[in-house]
């Protein structure tokens, strides 16, 4: 029984009871749960990626995100929890093999952490969870989530033996205490152009060669 | 200055300067602050309506909590906090009347959330922010988030002045401690059936009624 899931010393064990049970085996299922427990994870993890990647912008953060707490990647941390053993199932459920069941899982998961939340507050739940994720997050690659937008607007191009993107200021108006600038960003395979603004030329370039990143990676799609 | 937006004492002010800060206004802007505090948001106000609403079922309370947190209710709330008044905006920003539109004030109240986390940490920011919500929680209609499936549905067919659903069982299996129904739900108009299943006839009924209600608002679209 090493392995037995165990994520938690629960003073309540219904509420691990609960959340373990899928709506097919029982009226108190873990339906409810899961919706708080999902909200948990999504900001457990969003804390640890703001922390850690101090100068990843939104975009980099939520995307960073979106790939650690999607269903698959749930399912994953589920089954080396080994939490599967532990899931109550209606017959039917079990017949299919609903154990093995990414959904099932996934949702599974995200009611652990809502019941370990319940159980013992947030700050308890928090530490509970975060090491599930902290080898996703450390292994995220720092190109993706570390760097400003022009550093990565480049590498983007340079991966793709693509020329380098030009900027140009169209137009910088205000006082000296209150500028404000306006940037262009082009480059030419495909030929695209964004613009961006900012109170100085260097965050006016930033904004637009993320804007210019959005627009190439829709277009790679 | 009574209408002052004071959210918190902050120990570090700064964090309220940065959350209160368009990306239109510096470096130093709010974008990152309001990744985190948009899941903040969405738990804070996810575990008041578990908690107020311990019948609703995970679809409701996903409802719910979509209508408290959106775009629009959020610059709702900045408004009522007099928090316009403190936003940093760029010239351009300023000129077009960015203080009042509500995709900046939205954003910015989710940062202002962060802040209060990244300051005092999850209980002090769960103390300040519910109280914004927590009109909006009550004022939710029982019928909507209260009611089981079955009476949601009954109600819903009531107030349209159609037939009321036919409940029947399609199979019950497995031993006495292990037993599974499949029962369907049946309506006239239109003419739709929904299965469900569940270790009692009951929660088989609840779950078909829940998917029949889930038809019927679809084709009602």
């Given amino acids: 029984m090493n392995d037995a899931f165990r994520p938690h010393a629960f003073a309540d064990e219904s509420l691990l009871q609960q959340a373990l049970t899928h709506r097919s085996a029982g009226p108190r299922h873990n339906e409810r749960l899961e919706f708080l427990g999902d909200a948990l994870v999504n900001l457990i993890v969003a804390e640890a990626l703001y922390r850690r990647w101090p100068k990843a912008d939104e975009g980099a953060l939520t995307r960073a995100r979106a790939g650690l707490v999607c269903e698959s990647a749930l399912a994953v941390l589920a089954r080396e929890l080994h939490l ?51 080898a996703g ?7 993706k989530v570390g760097k400003d937008a022009k550093t990565r607007l480049q590498e983007w191009l340079q991966g793709r033996q693509r020329a380098l993107p030009e900027y140009t200021l169209i137009e910088a108006t205000g006082e000296e205490h209150d500028r404000s600038f306006k940037v262009a960003c082009g480059v030419a395979d495909p030929p695209l152009r964004a613009e961006g603004t900012g109170s100085s030329r260097r965050g006016a370039e930033q904004q637009a060669a993320a804007e210019m990143l959005r627009l190439l990676e829709a277009a790679d799609d």
Same sequence: chains 1, 2.
């Fill in 84 to 134: 599967g053993d532990r899931l109550a199932l209606g017959p039917g459920e079990l017949k299919s093999g609903g154990a093995r069941r990414d959904s099932i899982l996934a949702d599974a998961l995200e009611a652990v952490v809502a019941a370990i939340h319940l159980d013992a507050g947030f700050e308890a739940c928090r530490a509970a969870v975060l090491p599930w994720f902290a």
């Fill in 137 to 143: 997050i450390e292994a995220l690659p720092a190109g």
